[in-house]
T-cell receptor, first 111, second 118 residues
Framework: GEDVEQSLFLSVREGDSSVINCTYT??????LYWYKQEPGAGLQLLTY???NMDMKQDQRLTVLLNKKDKHLSLRIADTQTGDSAIYFC???????????WGAGTKLIIKP | GAVVSQHPSWVICKSGTSVKIECRSL??????MFWYRQFPKQSLMLMAT?????????EQGVEKDKFLINHASLTLSTLTVTSAHPEDSSFYIC??????????????FGSGTRLTVV
């Protein structure tokens, strides 16, 4: 089955760009999502990308998709303290509505 | 946008009692709802998928008699943790998908329920 992997931690300085990476194994993945989870809270959909797209930009967020390498990334420009959270990559295939989740990357902001 | 309301946000219960968690889609009809469990510092684990009007589909290793799921209407799904024990303490999150199947909206998540069994 599908496997989704992320590194567990990322530390960046306030004001720098953060790049969170995600790899997946199923080439038939159709929709790829990024979710944000703040401590003790539920998940917030940040952005998503369809498999027929290479890039999507939404304000400070840029998603890049490399289908050949099955690699997805989320770039947060001008990282702020409010961006501190765990970021989950989730992948969906056409076969069902379930999402396969990465373990989440904890973004740590240094002053 | 789509909103899912999950209650309660947190609950403390005694060992052996049952706890019900509700998940409501407020402005859309959700034919399918998912229930997840999250252990500290770990990713989400899908427990079960519930479809309105039919029995839930449980993931391997999840006890269906312990985690009762009811999806009686298009806007409400409930998860009941029966005879709760301390090892059931966790963060439970529901997720719903708009029945219109507009995939671009992704999934809408509830705010989660932190269950502590003492």
């Amino acid at each position: 089955g599908e496997d989704v992997e992320q590194s567990l931690f990322l530390s960046v300085r306030e004001g720098d760009s953060s790049v969170i990476n995600c790899t997946y194994t199923d080439s038939s993945s159709t929709y790829l999502y990024w979710y944000k989870q703040e401590p003790g809270a539920g998940l917030q959909l940040l952005t998503y990308i369809f498999s027929n797209m290479d890039m999507k930009q939404d304000q400070r967020l840029t998603v890049l998709l490399n289908k050949k390498d099955k690699h997805l990334s989320l770039r947060i420009a001008d990282t702020q303290t409010g961006d501190s959270a765990i970021y989950f990559c989730a992948v969906q295939t056409d076969s069902n509505y379930q999402l396969i989740w990465g373990a989440g990357t904890k973004l740590i902001i240094k002053p | 946008g789509a909103v899912v309301s999950q209650h309660p946000s947190w609950v403390i219960c005694k060992s052996g009692t049952s706890v019900k968690i509700e998940c409501r889609s407020l402005d859309f009809q959700a034919t399918t709802m998912f229930w997840y469990r999250q252990f500290p510092k770990q990713s989400l684990m899908l427990m079960a998928t519930s479809n309105e009007g039919s029995k839930a589909t449980y993931e391997q290793g999840v006890e269906k008699d312990k985690f009762l799921i009811n999806h009686a209407s298009l806007t409400l799904s409930t998860l009941t943790v029966t005879s709760a024990h301390p090892e059931d303490s966790s963060f439970y999150i529901c997720s719903a998908r708009d029945h219109r199947g507009i995939s671009g909206y992704g999934y809408t998540f509830g705010s989660g329920t932190r269950l502590t069994v003492v």
